[in-house]
């Protein structure tokens, strides 16, 4: 079983499948459906069509040179047969597209990071170009609103009202000389002094009891 390549997109042509058109100097063009033929008579340029793959390889989108397209390439040299070379030939061709499809991967990849660090360095020239548009214009500079923020933590740090900073949280409680100046108490229940007196008849009934 062949499998032919179009001439036009570069896609695969099944057997059964496709167009074949023969020119008038027998030269043979092979085309995976009815919208690469159009195309082919309206002579319209491979690279110019997004949907194709020269237009892919043209734009930098795929791999152009790699070593594993060497093996593609068909050798018109008439080889012996030999069970062997046959078994090792189908095996070298699943390693070579696992190789070639590695590479490929890792190609996609690395334009899409730079397409990234494209797209990361356009937002911040257009904040830095329209960042009039978003600051109020009563608002201080960047660098003097630092200066206020830094020296306003001075100040608290000096009047002990900066209890722990870590990283930009900073935990703010009641000042911290304050409560060193303050004697240490313990909250102890208050003392309760209970006095008992007694009524004037039972003075006398005590009396009475003491003389009999």
């Known amino acids: 079983m062949r499998l032919e390549t179009c001439y036009y997109c570069s896609s695969t042509v099944w057997p059964g499948h496709g167009i074949q058109f023969v020119r008038n100097d027998c030269k043979i063009f092979k085309f995976c459906r009815s919208r690469c033929h159009r195309a082919f008579k309206k002579k319209w340029n491979p690279r110019k069509s997004r949907w194709t793959k020269a237009h ?11 070593t594993t397209f060497e093996f ?10 030999d069970r ?9 061709m699943g390693r070579i597209e696992e190789i070639r499809t590695k590479r490929e991967r ?11 660090l494209d797209r990361k360095a356009a937002d911040l020239r257009e904040v830095r170009d329209y960042i009039h548009l978003v600051r ?21 740090e000096e009047n ?3 209890l722990t900073k870590i990283g930009t949280t900073v935990s703010t409680t009641k000042k911290l ?3 060193r100046r303050r004697p240490l108490t313990i909250n102890r229940p208050p003392k ?16 009475d009891d003491d003389m009999e």
Do not use: C
């Open 56 to 66: 892919r390889k043209f734009t930098g989108k795929d791999l152009t040179t790699d």
């Open 72 to 81: 593609e390439k068909r050798r018109h040299e008439p080889v012996k047969y």
């Open 84 to 92: 062997e070379l046959w078994q090792n030939t189908v095996k070298a």
């Open 106 to 116: 890792h190609h996609i990849m690395k334009r899409l990071r730079q397409g990234t």
């Open 136 to 156: 109020a214009p009563n608002a201080t500079k960047p660098m003097e609103e630092i200066e206020m923020v830094q020296t306003a933590m001075q100040r608290r």
């Open 160 to 162: 002990g009202e900066l």
């Open 177 to 179: 000389t304050a409560l």
């Open 192 to 207: 309760i002094s209970v006095v008992i007196e007694t009524s004037d008849y039972e003075q006398a009934a005590a009396n």
